[in-house]
């Protein structure tokens, strides 16, 4: 095996950046980002790291303390080739999730003058914005508890919101907020967020915000399957015992907004694409790899098929990848000069078939009620508006539908993790006799699907028909004759 190793060499370096979601893409992604800027400027700069989980694991926080807040991070090529590095960006971490000792002590941080950029990974449903409409979900209950609670939130909007008040009273010019989840747009929906929280809190507040905070949009891109015994088994196997260590692929990818008020690291000396529009790389992102990735995870789960590897080692999910990704996700992109979206699809088919990764198809089909407006809906709605067909898109929502019961077309049960999963539970209850009045009731869902969809036959028929094919057929016979279904 080819080892690189990269350790960590500077010392003490101010906080600058707060980031809520101390999850694997985080530590593996951004952090790697701000290592690299760091050790390229000795440590000096004040770009150092406090990272709050904002959920429900105190354990990570525990783990990296005892660690000095360092940990390793192993990016394989393949499974011949691995460079190791050791992250020390993360300067301070701490546990805001439910009861967690912390919370006061982020929004202290927050409206730490120093602090001049927040950055968030919480995941699509981290926002509490309705899928389909974009708005914030004022009755959620964990909304509800901000708005009862404003000094003790318990949400990503709500701390938001908390710390931005706590420095407009006491005249501390804005942090900037930048997103790094995979949602189109997702600095405009982040700031949708925010301000409708406001809103409901201060209008004065709210005004402030819209006026002085920017929300830049940024595409991420870099695959980081949840650790596995297996994985931490390889790092030991290459001296590492790290708890904390996360495995991923070598391939990263950072396109962020430039549009920084109180300034920014000069990370374009490190990787990252500083561009005045990311609305584009987020689009091709989405549609073509995010969407690749729910097709060939929903397909595979319902087969059997345990990892993305696997799947796509299977000439018939491969070919549905390549025929979705050129004739419906690619017509809907409008592309800088210069891109080559072949060469794209090419390069992620490559990706997803790295096989010293083992990224779980049931991890990427988790939250789908989250994920397909944006990774399928909004390209279907534009290849239908064209004329066009959407053949693999219908067969992923007719598998997303059939995934959502909780198990797999051969009787394996497994668990169905999404904030609707009780919704989709009685749905299948309700309708177990009768196709049609399912896959209706699921197309009838206004929090996922806009109603120009759910009333498009063009849409409605070949999802049912995909649907009865997967149920009769299975997942196989569905691919061969995919063109002669809703016929």
Not at 9 to 20: A, E, K, P, T
Not at 73 to 97: N, S
Request: hydrophobic residues 40%; glycine residues 8%.
């Amino acid at each position: 095996m080819a080892l690189d190793t990269v350790p960590s060499n500077y010392g003490q370096v101010d906080i600058g950046i707060v980031h809520l979601g101390l999850g694997a893409f985080h530590r593996a992604h951004q952090a790697v980002y701000l290592e690299r800027h760091l050790a390229r400027h000795g440590g000096s700069g004040g770009w150092g790291i406090c990272s709050a989980n904002i959920r429900s694991n105190w354990r990570l926080v525990e783990q990296l303390r005892a660690q000095g807040q360092r940990y390793h991070v192993a990016e394989y090529a393949d499974r011949e080739h691995v460079t190791l590095r050791e992250i020390a960006a993360i300067r301070e971490t701490l546990y805001a999730g439910e009861d967690g000792p912390d919370r006061e002590a982020l929004l202290v941080r927050m409206s730490d003058p120093k602090v001049r950029i927040v950055t968030l990974t919480v995941t699509e449903k981290g926002y509490y914005l309705n899928p389909a409409e974009g708005t914030l979900m004022t009755d959620d209950p964990a909304i509800a508890h901000d708005l009862d609670n404003p000094d003790s939130p318990c949400t990503a909007p709500g701390m938001l919101v908390e710390a931005l008040a706590r420095r407009h009273r006491a005249g501390i010019p804005p942090f900037t907020v930048l997103s790094c989840d995979n949602m189109p747009d997702n600095g405009k929906r982040t700031r949708q967020a925010v301000i409708d929280l406001a809103c409901q809190r201060d209008a004065v507040l709210a005004e402030w915000i819209a006026a002085n905070v920017a929300f830049p949009s940024s595409m991420v891109d870099r695959i980081v399957p949840a650790m596995t015994e297996q994985d931490f088994a390889r790092l030991a196997e290459l001296g590492i015992d790290d708890t904390a260590a996360v495995v991923c692929e070598a391939f990263s990818q950072w396109v962020v907004e430039d549009d920084f008020p109180q300034g920014r690291p000069d990370w374009e000396h490190d990787g990252v694409e500083m561009v005045s529009d990311v609305a584009p790389f987020e689009a091709m992102k989405l549609r073509m790899l995010n969407g690749s990735h729910s097709l060939l995870a929903y397909l595979g789960a319902l087969d059997g098929v345990e990892t993305v590897a696997d799947a796509v080692s299977r000439p018939d999910i491969a070919a549905l990848l390549t025929r979705y990704m050129q004739d419906e996700a690619i017509p809907t992109l409008s592309m800088p000069a210069g891109t080559d979206l072949t060469d794209y699809t090419e390069r992620l088919l490559a990706r997803f078939g790295n096989d010293s990764l083992r990224h779980r198809t049931h991890q990427i089909a988790m939250d789908g009620s989250q994920k397909l407006p944006q990774r399928w809906l909004n390209g279907a709605q534009s290849r239908l508006a064209a004329g066009g067909g959407i053949a693999c898109t219908a067969l992923g929502v007719a598998a997303w539908i059939r995934y959502t019961r909780g198990g797999d077309l051969h009787g394996q049960p497994h668990t169905v993790d999404d904030p609707m999963a009780e919704t989709f539970a009685e749905l299948h209850r309700r309708h177990a006799g009768s196709d049609d009045a399912l896959v209706a009731a699921f197309l009838g869902l206004e929090s996922i699907f806009p109603s120009t969809l759910a009333s498009d036959e063009r849409f409605t028929r070949p999802v049912l028909a995909a649907y009865r094919s997967l149920e009769a057929r299975g997942v196989a016979a569905t691919l061969d004759n995919l063109d002669s279904l809703a016929l």
